[in-house]
């Protein structure tokens, strides 16, 4: 009986965590980004596609811009272009990380819902786009002292940078290339962004090398699925990995000069606080990424 209790207070919160992740809020309503094409508007108990909707007569969308990229995949109706869904696809991962995606008419369907808008908008891939982000994180000091809030908890600081593109403060990751490991991804993508590493001479990222290359081998995967992106359609989304890296001690990347690089137009350390509002599924990554830490350290001290 006592078992049997229990797992049905897990399977209820299972499903409510299911439930949550379930629906997109930020791929909906409102002009796509770099268009001038409007979503259909899509209620909150019509996102998912099991529900009839019969009204729904969505614009497409196909950014012009994407015509000829090498790291994009060519129109759907290309003669030569013949993908292979739900697989790794030569170099591309096209599999989902929470699941097989349907394929409709010839498209590959959102695993979440209707977004408003068909075709593949601003995203270079159709179905899944991949992306992994760093969450690096430290502890906020004071003259070598721990900060702590009215509760006497340590405070989680991560490295933010703000985008290019929308302006909100997001986790540095970016796009996984064809063939690339996500860790690698993400590595490469803080470097790049929160570091300017493009910018930087050989012998100046040589300096950093070795202590960097130690402290981003023990990094943890705290989210890996779906995220609900702007630019999301309901042929084309973005899905990542996260991992957190922490410098419990704030001497390795937390003693670092952070500059801005690539597509980031700022750079810096951001408390982690309860109303703390991000780019994209970012805010709910990096409060699951402050209890695992807080939880850590409590249990340590
Ligand atoms: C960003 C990632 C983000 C992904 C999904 C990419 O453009 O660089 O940080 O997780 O989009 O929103």
């Known amino acids: 009986m006592f078992k049997c209790v229990i797992s049905l207070v897990i399977l209820v919160m299972s499903k409510q965590n299911f439930a949550k992740n379930l629906i997109h809020y930020k791929c909906r309503g409102g002009i796509y980004p770099r268009s001038t094409v409007e979503r259909f508007f899509v209620p909150d108990d019509k996102v998912c596609w099991k529900t009839q909707y019969d009204d729904y007569k969505p614009n497409c969308f196909n950014a012009p811009s994407l015509q000829g990229k090498p790291w994009a995949d060519p129109d759907i109706d290309s003669p030569n272009f013949k993908p292979k869904w739900n697989m790794v696809d ?120 070795e202590k960097l290359n130690t402290f981003f081998s023990t990094g943890e995967v705290v989210y890996k699925g779906y995220v609900d992106d702007w630019r999301n359609t309901d042929n084309a989304w973005l899905e990542t990995v996260a991992y957190n890296f922490h410098d419990e001690t704030g001497t390795i990347v937390g003693s670092m000069n952070l500059q801005a690089g690539d597509d980031a137009v700022g750079v810096c350390w951001v408390d982690i606080t309860p109303t703390i509002k991000l780019y994209a599924s970012h805010e709910e990554i990096v409060q699951t990424v402050n209890k695992k830490q807080i939880r850590i350290f409590e249990s340590e001290h």
């Open 90 to 209: 030569g170099k591309v991962n096209r599999s989902s990380h929470i699941g097989t995606y349907n394929i409709v008419n010839q498209l590959p369907q959102n695993p979440i819902g209707r977004t408003g808008i068909c075709g593949r908008g601003v995203l270079g891939r159709w179905g899944p786009n991949h992306a992994a982000d760093p969450v690096v994180t430290r502890w906020k000091r004071l003259d070598g002292k721990m900060v702590l809030d009215p509760n006497k908890k340590p405070i989680l600081q991560f490295v933010a940078i703000k985008r290019g593109d929308s302006g909100e403060w997001a986790l540095p990751g970016g796009m996984v290339d064809p063939g690339e490991l996500d860790t690698v991804t993400a590595v490469r993508e803080f470097r790049e962004e929160a570091l300017n590493s493009l910018a930087k001479t050989e012998e100046e990222t040589a300096q950093w090398t």
